[in-house]
């Protein structure tokens, strides 16, 4: 069974940093792209970031870029988003899904931005 | 960027009657491989997306037959064939051909 585990969420300061995890189990986590996805409260799904199966290629949406980085570790199954200059519009809860076209989710991360 | 937009905003719908979401996009989801990535997803409240349909008319694992994609090019549509309480929640699509990735608006689908 897929599994997806986030984590890392919090308040943090507009200016701040925070680096998101999700673990996965379940698949061969060396096989498949990630995503990242969010939702600002009460909002629809924003697409944020997505990463190849290898690490190589990296795709950003433009509210993101410059700011945000995806990466992995096929050693840890996990895949990284490290977010920096965050400001209060970043404010979401934070999925990672499987594949570039998000075929399994997990449970969510929250992050604040907030002063 | 491609616009997805979905109608309607609100579904009211009658238990074991049929629903049905339209999703338009600004431009052609066909991809240069030849494949169309539209994808539906169900995200019922408090919980998790979950992806029901990839590539216009596939069924995720598990996803029951009342839900039915179909359609080409830039007018796509998802179909439950008799809607059932569990179903309740918000629909999207997401086209997964062009970055960067986008989704519809969502729509709200409720028992009357």
């Not at chain 1, 209060?88 to 931005?113: F, I, N, P």
């Not at chain 2, 009657?17 to 409240?45: E, K, M």
């Not at chain 2, 029901?52 to 080409?72: A, E, I, K």
Request: proline letters at 4%; aromatic letters at 10%.
């Amino acid at each position: 069974e897929v599994q997806l585990l986030e984590s890392g969420g919090g308040l943090v300061q507009p200016g701040g940093s925070l680096r998101l995890s999700c673990s996965a189990s379940g698949f061969t986590f060396s096989n498949y792209a990630m995503s990242w996805v969010r939702q600002a409260p009460g909002k629809g799904l924003e697409w944020v970031s997505s990463i190849g199966s290898s690490g190589k290629n990296t795709y950003y949406a433009d509210s993101v870029k410059g700011r945000f980085t995806i990466s992995r570790d096929h050693s840890k199954n996990t895949v990284y988003l490290q977010m920096n200059s965050l400001r209060a519009e970043d404010t979401a809860l934070y999925y990672c899904a499987r594949t570039m076209h998000c075929d399994s989710w997990g449970q969510g991360t929250l992050v604040t931005v907030s002063s | 960027d491609v616009v997805m937009t979905q109608s309607p905003l609100s579904l009211p719908v009658t238990l074991g009657q049929p629903a049905s979401i339209s999703c338009r996009s600004s431009q052609s989801l066909i991809h240069s491989d030849g494949n169309t990535y539209l994808n539906w997803f169900q995200q019922r409240p408090g919980q998790s997306p979950r992806r029901l349909v990839y590539q216009v008319s596939n069924r995720g694992s598990g996803v029951p037959d009342r839900f039915s994609g179909s359609g080409s090019g830039t007018d796509f549509t998802l179909k439950i064939s008799r809607v059932e309480a569990e179903d309740v929640g918000v629909y999207y699509c997401m086209q997964g051909t062009h970055w960067p990735r986008t989704f519809g608006g969502g729509t709200k689908v409720e028992i009357e």
